[in-house]
């Protein structure tokens, strides 16, 4: 029986267990985004939503065998610890997934607009889909707004690809507990099971700063908004991740028993 909690020759191969058994799937999926960044690739919302979205389904769905009884049980089997498990859906659905997605997102955009200017030169269906244009790299310009408003949350005059990267940071472990949580829709229901406590919560945050600093000055406003903007950021930022993928371990520990 294992006994150790973490082993590298273990979880190197977990990661090629994953791939050998998903490689087929994972080539489908990346092809089908590097077609849609191909449309998609100087529409910088579009982008972000795309990748923000498909992260959500990729973790949400990647625990999907644990569901199953015949499969459920051959992962359990596994002789690896909960954590091993966890560290490499950690990275597969983070650090993998948005490597990848900036790599299909390079080969997108260079396909993209190969294939538009080719097709403008053949005349193909002139001034509608297809037309000249230079190549661009929307992902990787500066935000450059000042009145942009997640200035409060660091994320002023840097490039969007960072800000994209931090709010996929903050949001793929949610999902991935999600997806241990949920036998079925599990991105949807997670979703869904988020915005109810965020909006319960945002609810009793205001009710609580009413009593608490009732009919405050503009002065004294301004500054409890930048006090809650800061506690927010820091939330976010780092307790936020840490605290679902902390319970992402219980809970997967606990499907086990």
Known sequence: MKTNLFNFRTIGLLFQ???????????????????AFMFLRNTLPAMFAMILVAGAFYAARFFKEIHHSANGVAYFMIPATQLEKLTVAIVITTLYYFSMMMMVYVAGN??????????????????????????QWKLLEETGDPGNPMRYFGIENMRYINSIFRSFLIFQPLFLFGGIYF????????????????????ILMQIEAKLILGEFP????????????????????????????????FRLTEKQV
């Open 110 to 135: 260079l396909a993209g607009t190969f294939l538009s200017n080719l097709l403008a030169d053949m005349n193909f269906m002139p001034n509608a889909l297809f037309h000249h244009s230079t190549l």
């Open 183 to 202: 036998k079925k829709n599990q991105a949807l229901k997670t979703f869904s099971a988020y915005m109810l406590v965020y909006i319960f919560l945002g």
């Open 17 to 35: 267990r994953y791939f050998i058994e998903r490689f087929l799937s994972e080539l489908i999926y990346w092809g089908i985004m590097d077609i």
């Open 218 to 249: 503009t002065n004294d406003r301004y500054d409890f908004e930048r006090i809650f903007f800061y506690t927010t950021k820091i939330f976010f930022y780092y307790l936020h991740p840490l605290f679902f993928c902390v319970v992402s371990y």
